[in-house]
């Protein structure tokens, strides 16, 4: 996998990293299920091993091989989906706002998000998944957190649109008149422009 440059955003001092398997899988799916299988193999509980409720139920297939994932839900906000763009078994599992990194040819927990993502989106230019737990935003691949952006809202974003390389949206800010004050965020140089902390005594 080929690794980018640290980002300005983020120093290289304080760049995360994280080991994955080195497994390559020839043929990989991974999809929803509606709910915890009657039968067959125990559930791999994520975050905790042996959890007892019911989450957000993952079936993943690795060669053939069948295991389930049960993910515990975060504040509930959030979506519930999979996605599996970042490589064949690297796997990004949401579950209302808590974000789980799968290593599914280990069947291992890489790294949690959230409790509270409110957004998911893949970039095929960076290759790499930008989230937003309403604050600001970060990406990250595979392998490590690629950028993090300053923190763009006091507490609460909205209204968020895509176009090309921008991210636009709605940031909540008590401290000024009209409570939401609008922003864009660069998704290649992380550059910021508006949101919150822009005026009033933030601004100076």
Known sequence: VALLPPHPALPPSRVQTWSVSTLVCSMFAAQ?????PPYGPKALSFPEAGAFSEGFVVEFNSDGEKW???FAYGWGDGP????TQLGAH???VVAEGAGYLID???RNL???LGPDLQMVLFLEDIRAFVVSDGLGFEAFDALRTVWRSR???WDGIRDLSYKG???SGEAYDPTCAGDWLPFSLDLITVEVTGGSYTCGAWST
Not at 32 to 36: D, K, R, S, T, V
Not at 80 to 83: A, F, K, L, R, T
Request: no cysteine; aromatic share 4%; hydrophobic share 45%.
């Open 32 to 36: 929803p299920l509606p709910g915890l």
């Open 80 to 83: 519930n989906s999979v996605h």
């Open 110 to 112: 890489i790294r949690e």
């Open 165 to 167: 390389r921008v991210m």
């Open 151 to 153: 923190r763009v809202s």
């Open 90 to 92: 690297s796997v990004f």
């Open 104 to 106: 599914a040819a280990t």
């Open 68 to 70: 389930v994932g049960n």
